[in-house]
């Protein structure tokens, strides 16, 4: 095929007729030559003879010649390609293993390079001049109120209450711009029908101040912002796409949030996804939706809506002098509030990047994730590059008669290593289009497992994607080609090779070393690969307090962030209606028990910090706040509680009865440690009189699984005495069902008893508990099969480059160890003697790779669970297990190979 | 594999000057091009085969000369060069910097005072 196309350049370039035509000019200037000397009285003979002799070398003339046509690099590189092509041809088992592994480690690297790139260093697309754009970050002590053990903390936030914001303007030379948005998910329409999307509110120089401009439509106009005004909204092309097809068809479509319509007036360009890397569907104006969703407190008060700030910096201007303003203008509205003394006064404000991921705080542990998912893609890169080099190292010494023919023939030491690095480059380059393919089929996959929160506004085959490939092609084939090359080239080895048995010395510095390498990467692999299992592990068999198989939890009412209460208006209409689906969904079959509770299990929402004060204390010993969740009688025993101490809720613990709570260990140990919590006098909200705690409940790990955070429990009969504890309860509300087998079959019937009796209701809110628990340990368990799936790569390629390595030595050796056979050395001796060979290459590999996985673990420290440690000895134990047992497997065939070393063939073969 | 280049050889870049000098004469074949430095130097400057032909083609490459094949006088068919109109402009920058150079070297010949 590749000879096809050459003959075909060369017809293109009229390469044989110019050939002809320079020996003609040639033939022509000798002939001129010789009638010249024969016009002097030369006899002819003679005549052409001198012509010849002063012309010189004819062949050296044109071959310098052609050079001037300025095509001879063209045609070496088409012939070291060529070349390459019939080498790939005659190997096809190397060939295939050199391209698959590096299609891998290409293939898996560029989605992800793009997707880091996206999280951390890429400005989002379409916003101007987006490094002048800064995301502001407020820090500010919590609770200056004392309110308590929490005081005193301090948070950095992107987030800034509407005050202070308010008070932040451009009228001065360093800012250009100020703008703020809210994103959160909300539910378009009502029903099973409902659509969750990501909604951006945006204030009235948003979109202005990103400077985006629509693809079809308008932007939402400083007009629009009036209250009085059609409430109109713009969508991102990807909901366009998914919704409406035809951006015709969205524009004066009509969106329903918070029984607000908005009429589509515009659709942003493809990509677009505001200041933050995770995509939104639809922006709103702000004056419009908050006041849909809060009622039209939220601006009065000032301190209870918060929105995420950015600024425009002036040309010229420095982040620290517009953070001195931003801090000064903050301060000063705090001073100026109705309620100076509960605001921190000394709150400062500092810019930051764009990005998110680039801000003052620490990142989060599903940020981290995909870090360290990059660094694990690219330590099988570099394995996949380690081992094409060892490869092509061994195709150097298997072919080194051909090599040091062609070097005999004039190609030069630099000939061969151009040769090499073109064979090395067109492997690259092959495994570069195939890494296309892995990177098209994989990218998506990767991103959703990694960050399943994040929705992307774009393909994970991008620009960034493809010239990633493009790089990596050519610095791997550069790289590869590299130990080979020089070793080929740089060393007057390439003469005796066609001379000497000594030749199967041929590179085994380099080879060993290079095995070694890659046995050093397998391991911290597999390092990683234990370590992760073991925190996997502890997570998944981590008690959770409540019995989470065959656990339903359904949420019917819950205030996390701006989800207003669907379904619940009015506290006695709904009382019936709960009422009415609890009956129903208990009389389901394969449906033991049905439960409520204002707090869902493990959903870390829907908990209060409680007003409490504890009978002998001043203020609560907690650390942090206590939750409260409001139970039916039977809550414990469905939830799979197991009472500690003194008793669970009855029925005569209702209204007007003695008032009672239950607490669990985790308050009962902060609050009287070592002792009995039963007969304590708790006081609840601003209630004078004493709630009596009757039980202590084993604790519960409801936000986060690594600490459990203290809880009280109160009958929710009891609670409509108490104003606060009433309004909570008729804000917040879930059922939790326990099922006879897995829940699934239920989970539709329940949605069916929602859909009839309570409409409006998104069905999104119905959970498996354990589900709930999966997602929870997905850091471990992906970061465990992550590990696991590049370090048995890693182990295999590992195994291959060990076997070839000691495969060849044997063969080489063949001679010496039938020899050895024939002085009388015993089989197991020679097997022995091989595979100790191969040991100690995996042994110096586990040395090394121990070292760098040690100085590695600091990287994937914070991802463990519960603060393990990433320098686990039976981690690394089990993994240079693994590891040297691939090294005996892979030793054993050429061992027994040499065991059985003929002595008389080999003398024959010599 | 690269030639041993010959001591007695021209400054480097000064072949391509003289080429172009003689076509300004009109067009001629390489044979002729030789034939004509040598007679105008003298005898002074032999121009090897191995380095005209190539600066021909480079020369042609680069557009200041353009070929075409044409019956000589002789009768027979020879490959004739003719300047371009970027060769002259070429030949105008060489001889200048070739000027230049002389002057330099004449100065630093120039006995000391």
């Given at each position: 095929?590749?000879?096809l196309?050459?003959?075909?350049?060369r017809?293109?370039?009229?390469?044989?007729?110019k050939?002809?035509?320079?020996?003609?000019?040639?033939?022509?200037?000798?002939?001129?030559?010789?009638?010249?000397?024969?016009d002097?009285?030369?006899?002819p003979?003679?005549?052409?003879?001198?012509?010849?002799?002063?012309?010189?070398?004819?062949?050296?003339?044109?071959?310098?010649?052609?050079?001037?046509?300025?095509?001879?690099?063209?045609?070496r590189?088409?012939?070291?390609?060529?070349?390459?092509?019939?080498?790939?041809?005659?190997?096809?088992?190397?060939?295939?293993?050199?391209?698959?592994?590096?299609?891998?480690?290409?293939?898996?690297?560029?989605?992800?390079?793009?997707?880091?790139?996206?999280?951390?260093?890429?400005?989002?697309?379409?916003?101007?001049?987006?490094?002048?754009?800064h995301?502001?970050?407020?820090?500010?002590?919590?609770?200056?109120?004392?309110?308590?053990?929490?005081?005193?903390?301090?948070?950095?936030v992107?987030?800034?209450?509407?005050?202070?914001?308010?008070?932040?303007?451009?009228?001065?030379?360093?800012?250009?711009?100020?703008?703020?948005?809210?994103?959160?998910?909300?539910?378009?329409?009502?029903?099973?029908?409902?659509?969750?999307?990501?909604?951006?509110?945006?204030?009235?120089?948003?979109?202005?101040?990103?400077?985006?401009?629509?693809?079809?439509?308008?932007t939402i106009?400083?007009?629009?912002?009036?209250?009085?005004?059609?409430?109109?909204?713009?969508?991102?092309?990807?909901?366009?796409?998914?919704?409406?097809?035809?951006?015709?068809?969205?524009?004066?479509a009509?969106?329903?949030?918070?029984?607000?319509?908005?009429?589509?007036?515009?659709?942003?360009?493809?990509?677009?996804?505001?200041?933050?890397?995770?995509?939104?569907?639809?922006?709103l104006?702000?004056?419009?939706?908050?006041?849909?969703?809060?009622?039209?407190?939220?601006?009065?008060?000032?301190?209870t809506?918060?929105?995420?700030?950015?600024?425009?910096?002036?040309?010229?201007?420095?982040?620290?002098?517009a953070?001195?303003?931003?801090?000064?203008?903050?301060?000063?509205?705090?001073?100026?509030?109705?309620?100076?003394?509960?605001?921190?006064?000394?709150?400062?404000?500092?810019?930051?990047?764009?990005?998110?991921?680039?801000?003052p705080?620490t990142?989060?542990r599903?940020?981290r994730l995909?870090?360290?998912?990059?660094?694990?893609?690219?330590?099988?890169?570099?394995?996949?590059?380690?081992?094409?080099?060892n490869?092509l190292?061994?195709?150097?010494?298997?072919?080194?008669?051909?090599?040091a023919v062609r070097?005999?023939?004039?190609?030069?030491?630099w000939?061969?290593?151009r040769?090499?690095?073109?064979?090395?480059?067109?492997?690259?380059?092959l495994?570069?289009?195939?890494?296309?393919?892995?990177?098209?089929?994989?990218?998506?996959?990767?991103?959703?497992?990694?960050?399943?929160?994040?929705?992307?506004?774009?393909?994970?085959?991008?620009?960034?994607?493809?010239?990633?490939?493009?790089?990596?092609?050519?610095?791997?084939?550069?790289?590869a080609?590299?130990a080979?090359?020089?070793?080929?080239?740089?060393s007057r080895?390439?003469?005796?090779?066609?001379?000497?048995?000594?030749?199967?010395a041929?590179?085994t510095?380099?080879?060993?070393?290079?095995?070694v390498l890659?046995?050093?990467l397998?391991?911290?692999?597999?390092s990683?690969?234990?370590?992760f299992?073991r925190?996997?592990?502890?997570?998944?068999?981590?008690?959770?307090g409540?019995?989470?198989?065959?656990?339903?939890?359904?949420?019917?009412?819950s205030?996390?962030?701006?989800?207003?209460?669907?379904?619940?208006d009015?506290?006695?209409?709904?009382?019936?209606?709960?009422h009415?689906?609890?009956?129903?969904?208990?009389?389901?079959?394969?449906?033991?028990?049905?439960?409520?509770?204002?707090?869902s299990?493990?959903?870390?929402?829907g908990?209060?910090?409680?007003?409490?004060?504890?009978?002998?204390?001043?203020r609560?010993?907690?650390r942090?706040?206590?939750?409260?969740?409001?139970?039916?009688?039977?809550?414990?025993?469905?939830?799979?509680?197991?009472?500690?101490?003194?008793?669970?809720?009855?029925?005569?613990?209702?209204?007007?009865?003695?008032?009672?709570?239950?607490?669990?260990?985790?308050?009962?140990?902060?609050?009287?440690?070592?002792?009995?919590?039963?007969?304590?006098?708790?006081?609840v909200?601003n209630?004078?009189d004493?709630?009596?705690?009757?039980?202590?409940?084993?604790?519960?790990?409801?936000?986060?699984l690594?600490?459990?955070?203290?809880?009280?429990?109160?009958?929710?009969s009891?609670?409509?005495?108490?104003?606060?504890?009433?309004?909570?309860?008729?804000?917040q509300?879930?059922?939790?069902?326990r099922?006879a087998?897995?829940?699934?079959?239920?989970?539709?019937?329940v949605?069916?008893?929602l859909?009839?009796?309570?409409?409006?209701l998104?069905?999104?809110?119905?959970?498996?508990?354990?589900?709930?628990?999966?997602?929870?340990?997905?850091?471990?368990?992906?970061?465990?099969?992550?590990?696991?799936?590049?370090?048995?790569l890693?182990?295999?390629?590992?195994?291959?480059g060990?076997?070839?390595v000691?495969?060849?030595?044997?063969?080489?050796?063949?001679?010496?160890f039938?020899i050895?056979?024939?002085?009388?050395?015993?089989?197991?001796?020679?097997?022995?003697?091989?595979?100790?060979?191969?040991?100690?290459?995996?042994?110096?590999?586990?040395?090394?790779?121990?070292?760098?996985?040690?100085?590695?673990?600091?990287?994937?420290?914070?991802?463990l669970?519960?603060?393990?440690?990433?320098?686990?000895?039976?981690?690394?134990?089990?993994?240079?297990?693994?590891?040297?047992?691939?090294?005996?497997?892979?030793?054993?065939l050429?061992?027994?190979?040499?065991?059985?070393a003929?002595?008389?063939?080999?003398?024959?073969?010599? | 594999?690269?030639?041993?280049s010959?001591?007695?050889?021209?400054?480097?870049?000064?072949?391509?000057?003289?080429?172009?000098?003689t076509?300004?004469?009109?067009?001629?074949?390489?044979?002729?091009?030789?034939?004509?430095?040598?007679?105008?130097?003298?005898?002074?400057?032999?121009?090897?085969?191995?380095?005209?032909?190539?600066?021909?083609?480079?020369?042609?490459?680069?557009g200041?000369?353009?070929a075409?094949?044409?019956?000589?006088?002789?009768?027979?068919?020879?490959?004739?060069?003719?300047?371009?109109?970027?060769?002259?402009r070429q030949?105008?920058?060489?001889?200048?910097?070739?000027q230049?150079?002389?002057?330099?070297?004449?100065?630093?010949?120039?006995?000391?005072?």
């Open positions: 095929m590749l000879r196309l050459y003959n075909r350049l017809s293109i370039w009229h390469r044989p007729q050939d002809a035509e320079l020996d003609e000019e040639i033939r022509f200037h000798l002939a001129a030559e010789a009638e010249e000397r024969i002097a009285g030369l006899a003979e003679q005549a052409h003879a001198e012509a010849q002799r002063d012309f010189g070398n004819v062949l050296l003339t044109r071959e310098l010649t052609r050079e001037a046509w300025g095509w001879a690099p063209v045609e590189l088409l012939k070291d390609i060529g070349s390459a092509f019939r080498m790939m041809r005659r190997n096809t088992g190397y060939t295939c293993a050199v391209v698959l592994t590096l299609a891998l480690g290409i293939g898996l690297n560029a989605p992800m390079y793009e997707m880091l790139s996206r999280l951390f260093l890429q400005a989002p697309p379409h916003i101007e001049n987006p490094d002048r754009v995301r502001l970050w407020v820090s500010e002590r919590m609770d200056p109120g004392d309110r308590g053990a929490s005081t005193g903390r301090t948070w950095v992107d987030a800034m209450q509407w005050l202070d914001f308010t008070a932040l303007s451009a009228d001065n030379e360093l800012i250009d711009g100020v703008a703020g948005h809210r994103v959160s998910f909300r539910t378009n329409g009502r029903g099973q029908r409902a659509e969750s999307l990501t909604v951006s509110w945006v204030t009235r120089e948003f979109l202005d101040f990103l400077g985006v401009a629509p693809t079809v439509g308008r106009a400083a007009a629009d912002h009036d209250l009085a005004a059609q409430p109109v909204a713009v969508i991102s092309d990807g909901y366009r796409r998914q919704r409406f097809g035809s951006a015709e068809e969205a524009l004066g009509t969106l329903n949030f918070d029984d607000v319509t908005y009429v589509v007036v515009g659709v942003l360009p493809p990509g677009f996804t505001g200041p933050r890397s995770n995509a939104v569907d639809v922006w104006p702000l004056e419009h939706a908050a006041t849909a969703s809060r009622g039209d407190s939220w601006r009065r008060h000032g301190t809506f918060y929105l995420t700030p950015f600024v425009r910096l002036a040309p010229g201007a420095t982040e620290e002098a953070a001195a303003v931003a801090t000064a203008a903050v301060r000063a509205a705090r001073a100026g509030s109705r309620f100076p003394d509960s605001l921190d006064a000394d709150a400062t404000v500092a810019l930051g990047p764009i990005l998110r991921t680039r801000g705080t990142l989060r599903h940020m995909p870090l360290v998912a990059g660094g694990i893609t690219f330590v099988v890169l570099l394995i996949a590059a380690v081992n094409m080099s490869l190292m061994l195709r150097v010494a298997a072919r080194r008669r051909e090599l070097y005999a023939l004039g190609l030069g030491r000939g061969i290593g040769l090499l690095v073109t064979e090395s480059l067109v492997l690259a380059g495994s570069g289009v195939a890494a296309l393919a892995v990177a098209a089929t994989t990218g998506d996959a990767l991103r959703r497992t990694l960050l399943p929160s994040y929705q992307w506004a774009e393909d994970p085959l991008g620009a960034t994607a493809v010239g990633f490939t493009g790089i990596a092609v050519l610095g791997v084939g550069l790289a080609a590299l080979p090359a020089v070793y080929a080239a740089g080895r390439i003469e005796k090779l066609d001379t000497s048995r000594g030749a199967s041929l590179g510095p380099v080879r060993t070393g290079l095995i890659q046995a050093a397998s391991l911290v692999l597999l990683g690969t234990a370590v299992y925190s996997f592990e502890a997570a998944r068999q981590l008690d959770v409540y019995t989470k198989e065959h656990l339903l939890t359904v949420t019917l009412g205030i996390h962030g701006d989800t207003r209460l669907d379904g619940l009015g506290a006695a209409l709904n009382e019936s209606a709960i009415a689906v609890e009956d129903r969904v208990r009389d389901l079959p394969e449906v033991l028990d049905v439960a409520q509770g204002t707090s299990p493990m959903s870390g929402s908990a209060a910090y409680g007003e409490l004060r504890i009978d002998g204390f001043d609560p010993p907690f942090d706040l206590p939750h409260v969740n409001l139970t039916t009688p039977n809550f414990f025993r469905v939830a799979g509680l197991d009472m500690r101490e003194g008793r669970g809720f009855n029925q005569w613990d209702r209204e007007g009865a003695q008032k009672v709570a239950v607490v669990d260990t985790s308050f009962a140990e902060q609050a009287w440690p070592g002792q009995s919590g039963v007969g304590r006098c708790l006081f909200g209630a004078a004493c709630t009596t705690v009757v039980g202590v409940v084993e604790s519960t790990r409801n936000w986060g690594e600490a459990a955070y203290p809880v009280y429990y109160l009958p929710i009891q609670a409509s005495s108490d104003s606060a504890l009433a309004g909570w309860r008729s804000l509300r879930s059922l939790i069902v099922t087998s897995s829940p699934g079959r239920v989970e539709a019937r949605l069916g008893v859909a009839e009796l309570l409409p409006e998104p069905g999104s809110h119905v959970q498996d508990l354990s589900s709930t628990f999966e997602r929870r340990i997905r850091t471990w368990s992906v970061g465990t099969r992550l590990f696991g799936a590049s370090a048995a890693a182990v295999l390629l590992a195994a291959i060990l076997y070839s000691i495969a060849f030595s044997v063969r080489q050796r063949e001679l010496e039938g050895r056979r024939a002085l009388g050395a015993r089989a197991s001796r020679l097997l022995r003697m091989v595979l100790t060979r191969g040991v100690s290459l995996a042994a110096a590999g586990v040395v090394a790779g121990a070292l760098v996985a040690l100085w590695a673990g600091r990287f994937v420290e914070p991802l669970f519960d603060g393990r440690s990433p320098r686990d000895p039976l981690a690394f134990a089990a993994a240079a297990v693994v590891l040297l047992a691939a090294a005996v497997s892979a030793s054993f050429p061992a027994r190979r040499a065991a059985r003929d002595p008389r063939q080999a003398l024959e073969a010599e | 594999m690269s030639p041993a010959p001591r007695n050889q021209l400054l480097y870049g000064t072949l391509d000057l003289l080429i172009l000098r076509l300004v004469y009109g067009p001629a074949h390489g044979h002729a091009i030789a034939g004509h430095i040598q007679r105008v130097s003298e005898n002074a400057l032999r121009i090897e085969t191995g380095s005209l032909y190539p600066a021909l083609h480079r020369l042609e490459a680069r200041w000369i353009a075409e094949w044409k019956t000589s006088d002789k009768g027979k068919r020879a490959r004739y060069y003719r300047l371009t109109r970027s060769g002259r030949l105008v920058v060489e001889q200048s910097r070739w230049q150079l002389s002057v330099a070297v004449t100065r630093v010949l120039r006995p000391a005072e």
